[in-house]
Nanobody, 119 residues
Framework: QVQLVESGGGLVQTGGSLRLSCAASGRTSDIVRIGWFRQGPGKERERVAAMTWTGELPAYADSVKGRFSISRDNAKNTIYLQMNSLKPGDTAVYFC????????????WGQGTQVTVSS
């Protein structure tokens, strides 16, 4: 099993920045790909950013390209989502998720952290 714990959410004004963290523990050797999802009020869940567990092949949703960046601290088994130039539309619960395969569903999910961007 893999456990994922997010932190770093909060309230920020439009144009501000936040950095989310996701600490992975357990059988992290099972992880092939890891990423961030979000679900805003009244919206479907969407993938925001993802990369391989080794930090390669990053991919971003069009809505966040150029503003968000995913990265990893190998020593801490922690991934980050740096969010800049935040907009009210970025308001959502952000989830960290990981999967055991190159393609397919994400198998492990964190509990989520709330990000609220005020106008």
């Amino acid at each position: 099993q893999v456990q994922l714990v997010e932190s770093g959410g909060g309230l920020v004004q439009t144009g501000g920045s936040l950095r989310l963290s996701c600490a992975a523990s357990g059988r992290t050797s099972d992880i092939v790909r890891i990423g961030w999802f979000r679900q805003g009020p009244g919206k479907e869940r969407e993938r925001v950013a993802a990369m391989t567990w080794t930090g390669e092949l990053p991919a971003y949703a069009d809505s966040v390209k150029g503003r968000f960046s995913i990265s990893r601290d190998n020593a801490k088994n922690t991934i980050y989502l740096q969010m800049n130039s935040l907009k009210p539309g970025d308001t959502a619960v952000y989830f960290c998720a990981a999967r055991r395969s190159v393609v397919g569903n994400y198998n492990y999910w964190g509990q989520g952290t709330q990000v609220t961007v005020s106008s």
